[in-house]
């Protein structure tokens, strides 16, 4: 079977650590900067780093345009913490002149869960992830307000001050995180989107 052909969104956040939880579970992992790398790819991460940073860095490096329709086209992508808030259809506390893909229909809060100081581990079953639950890492994180009719939310804490709370939704083939399973060493969440891009 040829290995799917992932790119990560290389222009701010933990690209390296993506690129490697890629690797390990089968994908040729890529970075991602220019359009034309882009075109080489079957589907994108958008990792975690600073939404607002990323977003002016897409324009920069003239992806935006490009990025959209691939979305548009039905390339999988999967954004993880500040991906998720790239993915979202609207941003709640984000800068006015924050503009993301707007690709999975829902309201996410950027964050939500505090700041860098209350950043914290919690478990998280996630549907379509065989085994136990995620031990998903929390830093400066959105969490998920709202989704609309299209959108399965497919994980939520599950205790703690932040028990309930949405922080995995899938739309088609959008997929979002609020945590972080590239700092865990657990390829789950990476190898559950690699069988999305192959699917594809």
């Given at each position: 079977?040829?290995?799917?052909?992932?790119?990560?969104?290389?222009?701010?956040?933990d690209?390296?650590?993506?690129?490697?939880?890629?690797?390990?579970?089968?994908?040729?992992a890529?970075?991602v900067?220019?359009?034309?790398?882009?075109d080489?790819?079957?589907?994108?991460?958008?990792?975690?780093?600073?939404?607002?940073?990323?977003?002016?860095?897409?324009?920069?490096?003239?992806?935006r345009?490009?990025?959209?329709?691939?979305?548009?086209?039905?390339?999988?992508?999967?954004?993880?913490?500040?991906?998720?808030?790239?993915?979202?259809?609207?941003?709640?506390?984000?800068?006015?002149?924050?503009?993301?893909?707007?690709?999975?229909?829902?309201?996410?809060r950027r964050?939500?869960?505090?700041?860098?100081?209350?950043s914290?581990?919690?478990?998280?079953?996630?549907?379509?992830?065989?085994?136990?639950?995620?031990h998903?890492?929390?830093?400066?994180?959105?969490?998920?307000?709202?989704?609309?009719?299209?959108?399965?939310?497919?994980?939520?804490?599950?205790?703690?001050?932040?028990?309930?709370?949405?922080?995995?939704?899938?739309?088609?083939?959008?997929?979002?995180?609020?945590?972080?399973?590239?700092?865990?060493?657990?390829?789950?969440?990476?190898?559950?989107?690699?069988?999305?891009?192959?699917?594809?």
């Amino acid at each position: 079977m040829t290995a799917p052909v992932i790119g990560v969104l290389a222009l701010q956040g933990d690209v390296r650590e993506h690129l490697a939880a890629l690797t390990a579970v089968g994908a040729d992992a890529r970075r991602v900067r220019r359009p034309g790398e882009l075109d080489a790819v079957d589907g994108l991460v958008i990792p975690g780093g600073e939404s607002t940073t990323i977003s002016k860095l897409v324009d920069i490096f003239e992806l935006r345009e490009p990025i959209d329709k691939r979305i548009a086209g039905g390339m999988p992508v999967y954004g993880s913490c500040a991906g998720m808030i790239m993915l979202a259809a609207e941003v709640l506390d984000g800068r006015p002149d924050q503009r993301g893909f707007a690709g999975i229909e829902m309201t996410v809060r950027r964050n939500a869960f505090g700041r860098q100081v209350d950043s914290f581990e919690a478990p998280v079953r996630i549907d379509g992830v065989p085994g136990e639950p995620f031990h998903a890492v929390f830093i400066r994180a959105p969490w998920v307000e709202r989704v609309g009719a299209g959108v399965e939310v497919i994980g939520t804490v599950t205790g703690g001050p932040a028990a309930d709370r949405i922080v995995a939704v899938r739309q088609g083939n959008l997929l979002a995180t609020s945590f972080h399973p590239e700092l865990t060493g657990d390829p789950r969440v990476h190898a559950y989107f690699a069988e999305l891009v192959r699917a594809a």
